[in-house]
């Protein structure tokens, strides 16, 4: 047993030495080979896919009982990040860095657990960034949408209102607003403190890159009372792990960053503590991608700043592709559901004006679901936007 687990421990230290094709074979994951092979780059692509696709089938438990059974050890959680490192597109030159972002944020509608129903509240940003780093951002406010078919069903039978009130007091509109977003110029288009120039000079390497990161300063806390702004270096544990994997995120999602520094973000997120593989799962825009889940819960506030006890906490999770390098989606699930909001009382009757958790209405959420998301899609283009320049 001791000297599988060296054989595995040394296809672990080679992978980033190695091609997916190579790797496949050397971490014995059953990838069929493709019946023809077309270009040597194809042929790279489908084995690397046909990798994350096994990969993931093996950790996952049969639900059959006369299945045989796989007493192997699961697979390392680092192998599907190592083909996704070994995957990342170099893509051709262009003119601007696109970057589509939607933000999702999941409200639970209704004045019960039995009539309530689920809405996917949207934002849209497109960036553009030139070569000298100048940027604009266009944002668009989609509409809602039914979060699920059942959701869906529900808003029906309420009448399939055009708007409706979400807990905390905002207004969701289920209609398109037809207003063209110009593309407005952005003041400080760095990157966590970064500039263009400062990310194609980060490390290649996951141990340097992850060095380098841990001096940015920035407020890393996902909720304080006051903002502290501190080099990643001073936080520890589980606060340390959070930091690095939202810039390791930034930098595959958002950031102009090399391909060689993207591939070096995937290879330090899979030396940090407790990344687990929890499946295969669709991203909010139809994408199935490998689903990777980070070692911490995190806090995110709901309510107002006054009543901290209605905050909820929430697992942070990735999506996803291996065989195109690409980071699809992140999404967090609920741990502990949250409470709502509700506006302190008007005026001033001598009483004292206070909210707490116990007073606040119910938002539905029930652990496991998917409270909040964001997804990406980048590039390379010499489209410029439609309204507005970067410059």
């Known amino acids: 047993m001791d000297e599988l687990n060296a054989l595995r421990r040394m296809r672990v230290s080679l992978a980033e030495q190695e091609s997916p094709e ?11 080979p493709p019946r023809r092979r077309r270009a040597p780059v194809m042929s790279m692509l489908a084995t690397a896919a046909l990798v994350a696709a096994t990969l993931v089938a093996v950790a996952l438990p049969s639900s059959r009982d006369e299945s045989p059974r796989d007493d192997r050890p699961a697979p390392r959680p680092e192998n599907a990040l190592l083909v996704a490192a070994a995957n990342v597109r170099a893509d051709p030159p262009g003119t601007y860095w696109h970057t589509t972002r939607v933000s999702g944020k999941i409200y ?19 960036q553009w960034t030139d070569r000298t780093g100048a ?41 398109a607003s037809g207003h063209e977003p110009a593309c407005r110029r952005m003041s400080d288009p760095r990157v966590h403190g970064m ?38 270096r001073a936080l520890d544990g589980e606060a340390r792990v959070r930091a690095l994997s939202d810039v390791a995120g930034t930098l595959l999602a958002q950031a102009p960053a090399p391909p060689a520094v993207r591939a070096a973000a995937y290879r330090m997120l899979a030396t940090l503590p407790g990344v687990t593989i ?6 909010p825009l139809g994408r ?16 107002t700043s006054t009543a901290p006890q209605q905050l909820g906490t929430y697992r942070r999770q990735w999506i996803i592709d291996p065989a195109g390098g690409t980071l699809l989606a992140m999404r967090d699930l609920v741990a502990t559901p949250p409470h709502g909001s509700r506006a302190l009382p008007p005026g ?14 119910e938002r539905f959420h029930q652990p496991g679901e998917v409270s909040a998301y964001e997804t990406y899609e980048v590039e390379w283009t010499d489209t410029p936007p439609e309204s507005g320049r970067p410059g």
Request: aromatic share 6%; net charge positive.
């Open 195 to 232: 500039t263009p120039r400062d990310l194609a000079a980060l490390p290649t390497d996951p141990e340097p890159l992850k060095e380098a990161l841990l001096d940015l300063e920035g407020n890393w806390e996902p909720y304080a009372p006051k903002v502290k702004r501190q080099p990643i």
């Open 135 to 175: 940027s604009c951002t266009a944002l668009r406010d989609l509409p809602a949408r039914p979060w699920t078919a059942r959701d869906r069903r529900r808003w029906q039978q309420a009448g399939s209102p055009a708007k409706v009130r979400e807990p905390g007091g905002g207004t969701l509109f289920f209609e």
């Open 348 to 361: 001033d009757d001598g009483k004292p004006r206070r909210l707490t958790a116990a007073t606040q209405p």
């Open 288 to 303: 199935t991608g490998v689903v990777i889940s980070l070692p911490l819960e995190t806090t995110i506030p709901l309510g």
């Open 22 to 32: 190579t790797l496949a074979l050397r971490a014995d994951w059953r990838a069929t």
């Open 278 to 283: 929890e499946g295969r799962a669709p991203d």
């Open 108 to 126: 639970a509608v209704g004045t019960s657990a039995a009539n309530h129903y689920k809405v996917d509240s949207r934002m849209r940003y497109d």
